[in-house]
């Protein structure tokens, strides 16, 4: 297990930028962020692997970059031109193995942090 703590998360207004930061107490193979909106279920909204390959699904791709410091046991998830509809809870997971965009790969998950976006 791998302990995971996200950070950064906020109220913000539309076409606003926030970065999301999780802290974890060791990064392995691939690291991921994922959200739940109101009522919806947790989805995929990108990846990084441990040689700095980055994944991105639909809803966010070209709004959002990912990234890690491997010195830091740190990723960041910087959004870009948010929408009232990226209203979530952000979660940092980590995983060694398994298809990157599946929840089930994922093995250790932080806590969440809020993002919410106005009109």
Not at 28 to 42: D, I, L, S, V
Request: neutral net charge.
């Amino acid at each position: 297990q791998v302990q995971l703590v996200e950070s950064g998360g906020g109220l913000v207004q539309a076409g606003d930028s926030l970065r999301l930061t999780c802290a974890a107490s060791r990064l392995t193979t691939y690291m991921a962020w994922f959200r739940q909106g109101p009522g919806k279920e947790r989805e995929f909204v990108a990846a990084i692997s441990r040689d700095d390959s980055p994944w991105y699904w639909d809803s966010m791709r070209g709004r959002v970059t990912i990234s890690r410091d491997n010195a830091k046991n740190t990723v960041y998830l910087n959004m870009y031109t948010l929408k009232p509809e990226d209203t979530a809870v952000y979660y940092c997971a980590a995983s060694e193995y398994g298809s990157i965009s599946a929840r089930s790969s994922y093995n250790s998950w932080g806590q969440g942090t809020q993002v919410t976006v106005s009109a």
